[in-house]
């Protein structure tokens, strides 16, 4: 039977027994970033398809070809289930992919999609405009908080970020906005599997209206998941 909502994830792999449930596609041997990004989705969505697509090259970097090919699989999947509701998370970021063509033309379609949504890290870098893939409108970027509640030291910020979430894992060393974005992406997949008549779009525009003012905080107003 055709799935209700999977969820792709651009990254490293997944080991899959240490994300649990069911996970399909490019898995690791160790517990890497994409692991660590399913964990987070699987820990907020315990029942959603996960699938996994490798997008990076042996140096460890995210790779435009490849980054094209995995968005080719998900245009494809979702032609072939035009039923299914899709939920990408890309929490990698590289300034150089934003100039391939064949992946602003992938990513546009993708987008203009409304059985799918694609979320996104909102970057690193600590600077206030849009690097790939945050500097696609239709993206849903999401920028990090540290424990203290305030935006994160690293996290990129400004108008394109449409919500906040930690960037830590607990019991980890590991930090950035990577971590972020895959809390909203469970949140996504979790209310789509609860309410199958709820497009990608309507489960957004709820989580928004949820979403908790951040106090006392100039760079995020607003935006901070529930």
Known sequence: PERETVVFILNSGVEPNFVGGVVKGDFEKEIKHGSLIAKLIRDSSPQAEIVSIR?????????ADKISLALMKILAYMAENPETKVVVNISLGATYVRYNMTVDALLLRLISDKKGVVVVAAGNEGVSFPLFPASYPGVISVAAIDKS??????????EFVKFVAPGWIEGKK???????????TGL???????NPKFSPQEAIKI???TAKPLKGDTYYKNGLLG
């Open 188 to 194: 996504i997949a979790e209310m789509l599997l609860r």
């Open 149 to 158: 509640g305030k935006k994160a030291g690293y996290s990129n910020y400004g």
């Open 207 to 209: 989580i928004t209206e």
């Open 174 to 184: 590991e930090e950035g906005t990577s971590f972020a974005a895959p809390r909203l």
């Open 55 to 63: 997008v990076e090259g042996e140096q460890g970097k995210p790779e």
